[in-house]
Protein backbone atom coordinates (compact mmCIF):
# COMPACT_ATOMS: atom_id res chain seq x y z
CA UNK A 1 0.00 0.00 0.00
CA UNK A 2 1.48 3.68 -1.03
CA UNK A 3 1.59 5.73 2.24
CA UNK A 4 0.72 8.89 0.00
CA UNK A 5 -1.21 8.38 -2.56
CA UNK A 6 -1.91 11.28 -5.29
CA UNK A 7 -4.92 11.96 -6.58
CA UNK A 8 -6.51 10.63 -9.18
CA UNK A 9 -9.11 11.97 -11.81
CA UNK A 10 -9.97 9.87 -15.15
CA UNK A 11 -12.06 8.23 -17.56
CA UNK A 12 -13.46 4.96 -16.33
CA UNK A 13 -13.68 3.89 -19.70
CA UNK A 14 -9.51 4.15 -20.18
CA UNK A 15 -8.75 1.43 -17.00
CA UNK A 16 -7.78 -1.83 -17.62
CA UNK A 17 -10.42 -4.05 -18.41
CA UNK A 18 -10.02 -7.53 -17.08
CA UNK A 19 -12.29 -10.77 -17.68
CA UNK A 20 -14.05 -12.48 -14.75
CA UNK A 21 -13.34 -16.04 -15.89
CA UNK A 22 -15.53 -17.33 -13.07
CA UNK A 23 -18.78 -16.27 -14.88
CA UNK A 24 -19.65 -15.88 -18.45
CA UNK A 25 -19.54 -12.43 -20.43
CA UNK A 26 -17.92 -10.34 -17.59
CA UNK A 27 -15.28 -7.87 -17.10
CA UNK A 28 -13.95 -5.72 -14.19
CA UNK A 29 -12.36 -2.94 -14.30
CA UNK A 30 -10.52 -1.49 -11.09
CA UNK A 31 -10.88 1.82 -10.52
CA UNK A 32 -9.18 2.76 -7.54
CA UNK A 33 -7.24 0.07 -6.74
CA UNK A 34 -5.02 -1.81 -3.63
CA UNK A 35 -2.45 0.57 -4.09
CA UNK A 36 -4.32 3.64 -3.61
CA UNK A 37 -7.23 4.18 -0.75
CA UNK A 38 -5.99 2.34 2.39
CA UNK A 39 -9.42 1.26 3.59
CA UNK A 40 -11.34 0.73 0.13
CA UNK A 41 -11.04 -0.37 -3.63
CA UNK A 42 -13.95 0.40 -6.34
CA UNK A 43 -13.99 -1.35 -8.83
CA UNK A 44 -16.50 -1.30 -11.94
CA UNK A 45 -18.46 -4.45 -13.22
CA UNK A 46 -19.61 -4.73 -17.12
CA UNK A 47 -22.02 -8.15 -17.76
CA UNK A 48 -22.81 -8.26 -21.51
CA UNK A 49 -26.45 -9.92 -21.83
CA UNK A 50 -27.18 -12.80 -21.84
CA UNK A 51 -23.84 -12.97 -19.35
CA UNK A 52 -23.99 -14.37 -15.68
CA UNK A 53 -22.27 -15.07 -12.73
CA UNK A 54 -22.81 -17.99 -10.49
CA UNK A 55 -23.40 -18.46 -7.08
CA UNK A 56 -20.46 -17.69 -4.94
CA UNK A 57 -19.49 -16.15 -1.50
CA UNK A 58 -16.98 -14.01 -1.03
CA UNK A 59 -15.02 -13.20 2.21
CA UNK A 60 -15.68 -9.47 1.86
CA UNK A 61 -19.28 -7.27 1.90
CA UNK A 62 -20.10 -5.72 -1.14
CA UNK A 63 -21.93 -2.26 -1.84
CA UNK A 64 -23.25 -1.76 -5.20
CA UNK A 65 -24.40 0.86 -7.69
CA UNK A 66 -26.15 0.20 -11.21
CA UNK A 67 -25.03 2.25 -13.35
CA UNK A 68 -26.75 0.63 -16.20
CA UNK A 69 -28.94 -2.37 -17.74
CA UNK A 70 -31.04 -4.61 -15.60
CA UNK A 71 -30.35 -7.99 -13.41
CA UNK A 72 -32.05 -10.97 -11.37
CA UNK A 73 -29.67 -10.74 -8.81
CA UNK A 74 -29.81 -13.81 -6.42
CA UNK A 75 -28.90 -12.36 -2.51
CA UNK A 76 -29.36 -15.53 0.03
CA UNK A 77 -32.49 -17.16 -0.75
CA UNK A 78 -33.98 -14.43 -2.42
CA UNK A 79 -34.13 -13.17 -5.89
CA UNK A 80 -34.19 -9.34 -6.40
CA UNK A 81 -35.40 -7.47 -9.89
CA UNK A 82 -32.40 -4.76 -10.28
CA UNK A 83 -31.83 -1.74 -12.60
CA UNK A 84 -29.80 1.28 -13.22
CA UNK A 85 -30.19 3.89 -10.19
CA UNK A 86 -30.50 1.16 -7.43
CA UNK A 87 -28.37 0.35 -4.42
CA UNK A 88 -27.38 -3.28 -3.91
CA UNK A 89 -25.59 -4.06 -0.23
CA UNK A 90 -24.04 -7.84 0.65
CA UNK A 91 -23.09 -9.13 3.34
CA UNK A 92 -20.02 -10.94 3.56
CA UNK A 93 -20.32 -14.31 3.15
CA UNK A 94 -23.95 -14.29 1.51
CA UNK A 95 -24.23 -16.45 -1.11
CA UNK A 96 -24.91 -14.40 -4.43
CA UNK A 97 -25.35 -14.90 -7.99
CA UNK A 98 -25.76 -12.13 -11.20
CA UNK A 99 -27.75 -12.84 -14.09
CA UNK A 100 -28.64 -9.89 -17.36
CA UNK A 101 -32.22 -8.94 -17.98
CA UNK A 102 -32.85 -7.79 -21.35
CA UNK A 103 -30.69 -6.45 -24.09
CA UNK A 104 -28.36 -3.76 -22.43
CA UNK A 105 -25.36 -4.91 -20.05
CA UNK A 106 -25.58 -5.02 -16.87
CA UNK A 107 -23.43 -2.39 -15.54
CA UNK A 108 -22.50 -1.61 -11.81
CA UNK A 109 -20.23 -0.35 -9.21
CA UNK A 110 -19.08 -2.69 -6.04
CA UNK A 111 -17.02 -1.02 -3.63
CA UNK A 112 -15.20 -3.63 -0.97
CA UNK A 113 -13.01 -3.51 2.02
CA UNK A 114 -9.11 -3.61 0.95
CA UNK A 115 -8.46 -6.39 1.99
CA UNK A 116 -8.03 -9.96 0.83
CA UNK A 117 -10.81 -11.45 -0.97
CA UNK A 118 -11.85 -14.64 -1.94
CA UNK A 119 -14.23 -16.40 -4.01
CA UNK A 120 -15.68 -19.34 -3.37
CA UNK A 121 -17.93 -20.73 -6.26
CA UNK A 122 -21.13 -23.04 -4.69
CA UNK A 123 -23.33 -25.52 -6.48
CA UNK A 124 -26.20 -24.09 -9.12
CA UNK A 125 -30.13 -24.52 -7.73
CA UNK B 1 -22.71 -1.09 14.12
CA UNK B 2 -25.30 -4.09 13.38
CA UNK B 3 -23.16 -7.49 13.63
CA UNK B 4 -25.24 -9.10 11.20
CA UNK B 5 -26.85 -6.62 8.28
CA UNK B 6 -29.32 -7.97 6.42
CA UNK B 7 -28.85 -7.45 2.52
CA UNK B 8 -30.62 -4.47 0.80
CA UNK B 9 -31.90 -3.51 -2.68
CA UNK B 10 -33.41 -0.54 -2.70
CA UNK B 11 -34.09 2.57 -5.26
CA UNK B 12 -31.36 5.12 -4.36
CA UNK B 13 -34.00 7.83 -5.77
CA UNK B 14 -36.08 6.52 -2.51
CA UNK B 15 -32.96 7.54 0.14
CA UNK B 16 -33.65 10.25 2.18
CA UNK B 17 -31.93 13.43 0.76
CA UNK B 18 -29.97 16.17 3.41
CA UNK B 19 -29.01 19.36 2.56
CA UNK B 20 -25.47 19.92 2.67
CA UNK B 21 -25.73 23.57 4.40
CA UNK B 22 -21.58 23.90 4.18
CA UNK B 23 -22.48 23.95 0.50
CA UNK B 24 -24.57 26.17 -2.21
CA UNK B 25 -27.50 23.96 -3.84
CA UNK B 26 -26.31 20.33 -2.60
CA UNK B 27 -27.74 17.33 -0.82
CA UNK B 28 -26.41 14.17 0.14
CA UNK B 29 -27.87 10.67 0.41
CA UNK B 30 -26.73 7.76 2.77
CA UNK B 31 -26.94 4.86 0.59
CA UNK B 32 -25.14 2.40 2.26
CA UNK B 33 -24.84 3.74 5.94
CA UNK B 34 -22.29 3.18 9.33
CA UNK B 35 -24.73 0.59 10.90
CA UNK B 36 -24.99 -1.51 7.12
CA UNK B 37 -21.05 -2.11 6.04
CA UNK B 38 -18.17 -2.70 8.57
CA UNK B 39 -16.08 -1.07 6.59
CA UNK B 40 -17.11 1.94 4.10
CA UNK B 41 -19.83 4.22 4.04
CA UNK B 42 -21.81 4.56 0.33
CA UNK B 43 -22.82 8.31 -0.17
CA UNK B 44 -24.68 9.86 -3.38
CA UNK B 45 -24.42 13.81 -3.83
CA UNK B 46 -26.31 15.94 -6.23
CA UNK B 47 -25.16 19.14 -6.58
CA UNK B 48 -27.74 20.63 -8.70
CA UNK B 49 -26.82 23.58 -11.66
CA UNK B 50 -25.15 26.75 -10.12
CA UNK B 51 -23.90 24.88 -7.02
CA UNK B 52 -20.89 24.58 -5.23
CA UNK B 53 -18.92 23.39 -2.54
CA UNK B 54 -16.06 26.10 -1.07
CA UNK B 55 -12.83 24.44 -0.86
CA UNK B 56 -12.67 22.21 2.94
CA UNK B 57 -10.67 19.16 3.80
CA UNK B 58 -12.01 15.51 5.14
CA UNK B 59 -10.38 13.64 7.51
CA UNK B 60 -11.19 10.66 5.32
CA UNK B 61 -10.10 9.94 1.87
CA UNK B 62 -13.06 9.89 -0.97
CA UNK B 63 -13.28 7.32 -3.73
CA UNK B 64 -15.84 9.10 -6.22
CA UNK B 65 -17.83 7.90 -9.86
CA UNK B 66 -19.42 10.70 -11.11
CA UNK B 67 -22.97 9.98 -12.39
CA UNK B 68 -24.30 12.87 -14.45
CA UNK B 69 -23.09 16.41 -15.09
CA UNK B 70 -19.96 18.28 -14.96
CA UNK B 71 -18.11 20.29 -12.43
CA UNK B 72 -14.69 22.11 -12.15
CA UNK B 73 -13.13 19.90 -9.07
CA UNK B 74 -10.34 21.43 -6.87
CA UNK B 75 -8.11 18.77 -5.53
CA UNK B 76 -4.91 19.81 -3.99
CA UNK B 77 -3.38 23.16 -6.10
CA UNK B 78 -4.92 21.58 -9.62
CA UNK B 79 -8.55 22.11 -11.04
CA UNK B 80 -10.29 19.16 -12.88
CA UNK B 81 -12.34 19.45 -15.76
CA UNK B 82 -14.45 16.45 -14.26
CA UNK B 83 -18.01 14.40 -16.11
CA UNK B 84 -20.14 11.77 -16.36
CA UNK B 85 -18.05 8.27 -16.41
CA UNK B 86 -15.11 9.92 -14.38
CA UNK B 87 -13.47 8.15 -11.61
CA UNK B 88 -12.19 10.15 -8.69
CA UNK B 89 -9.75 9.89 -5.68
CA UNK B 90 -9.23 12.47 -2.88
CA UNK B 91 -6.54 11.55 -0.72
CA UNK B 92 -7.23 12.03 3.02
CA UNK B 93 -6.62 15.53 4.08
CA UNK B 94 -6.09 16.92 0.66
CA UNK B 95 -8.04 20.12 0.06
CA UNK B 96 -10.83 19.68 -2.37
CA UNK B 97 -13.68 21.70 -3.83
CA UNK B 98 -16.59 21.69 -6.40
CA UNK B 99 -18.14 23.90 -9.30
CA UNK B 100 -20.71 22.69 -11.62
CA UNK B 101 -20.71 23.89 -15.08
CA UNK B 102 -23.89 23.56 -17.65
CA UNK B 103 -26.87 23.02 -17.20
CA UNK B 104 -27.21 20.03 -15.89
CA UNK B 105 -26.96 18.45 -12.15
CA UNK B 106 -23.56 16.83 -11.33
CA UNK B 107 -24.54 14.01 -9.66
CA UNK B 108 -21.76 11.40 -8.05
CA UNK B 109 -20.72 8.57 -5.81
CA UNK B 110 -18.62 9.06 -2.60
CA UNK B 111 -16.85 6.04 -0.85
CA UNK B 112 -15.42 6.77 2.42
CA UNK B 113 -14.11 4.79 5.26
CA UNK B 114 -16.67 3.55 7.80
CA UNK B 115 -14.85 5.98 10.51
CA UNK B 116 -15.61 9.85 12.15
CA UNK B 117 -14.99 12.66 9.92
CA UNK B 118 -14.55 15.78 10.15
CA UNK B 119 -15.03 18.70 7.77
CA UNK B 120 -12.79 21.89 7.96
CA UNK B 121 -13.79 24.99 5.64
CA UNK B 122 -10.75 26.86 4.06
CA UNK B 123 -10.11 30.13 3.17
CA UNK B 124 -11.34 30.53 -0.29
CA UNK B 125 -8.86 30.98 -2.90
Known sequence: MNS???AIVQRADDVARRVVSTGVGISMQMLIGPDVAPHFLLR???IEPGGSMP???NRVEHGQYVV???AK???GDKVY???S???VFIPQGWPHWYKTEGNEAFEFLCVVPNVPDETTLLDRD
Chains 1, 2 share one sequence.
Open 85 to 87: GDV
Open 68 to 70: RGR
Open 55 to 57: KHT
Open 4 to 6: KPN
Open 73 to 75: VGI
Open 44 to 46: RFV
Open 81 to 83: DVQ
